[in-house]
Structure formats: C-alpha cells, structure tokens
C-alpha cells in the first residue's frame, strides 16, 4: 500500500533519508564489509552518526530494514536514542522480524508504510515541489517523474554485495552502506541529482 506524505517548505533542511542500518545484525558487518567490529558497536556508532547530522525536529525517510530483531524493547529503545521524527518503509527483514505488528507500529506513531509517495515542497525548483516514490527495494518502473529511493542492495564502497541494480540517473540507494553509515539530506540528493540531470526537476 503507497501512502501519501508531503513536506513543506519549513522543514526541506531537516529532511532525511537513510536505510538498511541493520541494528542487532551481526552478519551484516561480515556480509557488507562494515568496519565495526560486532553489532554492538555498530548499533552505537550508526546512532551517533545519524545523531551528529539529524536535529532533534529533524525529519527521517528510513527505506527498511531498520532492526535485524522483533524484540520491541530493543526498536523502542532505538527509537528513543535517534533524533527526529521517523517515517519508516516495510523491508525484508522488517517482515521477517514483524515490525508490521500493530505493537511496532505504535512506537512510531503508526508511520509505518510499505511505499511511501513523498512530494517536497521547495521555492527553488521550477513547479516549487519534487516527488519521490521511495520503497525498500529497487524498482524497475516508478511514478513518472518521480525520483525513486531505495535500499536493500547494500551498494557501496565497501560492501561485497553481490545484488547490483543497473545505474538509473533518477533512482538512488539510500542505504548507510552506500553514504558513509549516515543519513543523506535532502539537500546532498538535491546536489547529487541536480549533477546528473543539470538540474532537479
């Protein structure tokens, strides 16, 4: 089910997106090459680098795969250390560890979705908005005109992956694997887009 949301003008500089942190999962540091040395420390150094970008009334588009665990202490938790407001797409491992549960759902106030059709809204760009169709896995087809976020492939500098997704200049992997283990703003794709089109429309 894709749901609606949009963002005004007030807050496109506390707008972010990331996913794919894989909290309490050990073999992903193996399987993606994370320099972290267990999951422990990697839950903590993923949230203080998400803490040193993302405000307190920050705003953050998380793609899933948020928790390799249904343990709701340990999600709520999470939840309580991260800045900022949390929209969270359904991934893979969100289904395995049911974080569709109504219980889950309930500690992010319910905004918990399996698409999420994102329309921002900036002064600077001709039409004054952007879309964005954001899914927790690559897609082929999109909304037109739409720039598509995702995550699930782990593409990145260090990740040995071997799920490759053929470059698209309108799609992006929003995975901490892929931008440094932080969120990116909605200003750095704003830039990194603009780069590939010669401009953000």
Request: proline share 3%; charged share 25%.
């Amino acid at each position: 089910m894709m749901t609606k949301i949009k963002i005004n003008e007030d807050n496109i500089n506390k707008l972010f997106f990331t996913s794919d942190q894989h909290y309490y999962h050990k073999n992903i540091i193996s399987y993606c090459n994370r320099p972290f040395q267990d999951e422990f420390y990697m839950n903590d150094n993923l949230i203080d680098n998400w803490n040193s970008i993302v405000p307190k009334d920050g705003i953050v588009i998380d793609g899933g795969d948020f928790a390799f665990t249904g343990n709701i202490k340990h999600i709520k938790e999470l939840n309580d250390k991260l800045n900022g407001t949390i929209y969270r797409c359904l991934g893979n491992h969100c289904y395995q560890n049911k974080h569709d549960r109504q219980i889950i759902k309930n500690i992010f106030d319910n905004r918990v979705y399996d698409v999420i059709d994102l329309t921002v809204f900036d002064d600077e760009l001709d039409g004054g908005h952007v879309n964005f169709f954001i899914s927790h896995y690559p897609h082929l087809f999109w909304k037109r005109g739409a720039f598509h976020l995702h995550g699930h492939v782990h593409s990145g500098p260090r990740s040995t992956s071997n799920e490759l997704v053929p470059y698209h200049d309108r799609r992006y992997d929003i995975g901490v694997d892929n931008n440094d283990y932080k969120p990116v703003s909605y200003t750095d794709l704003k830039i990194l887009f603009t780069k590939r089109l010669g401009g953000f429309k």
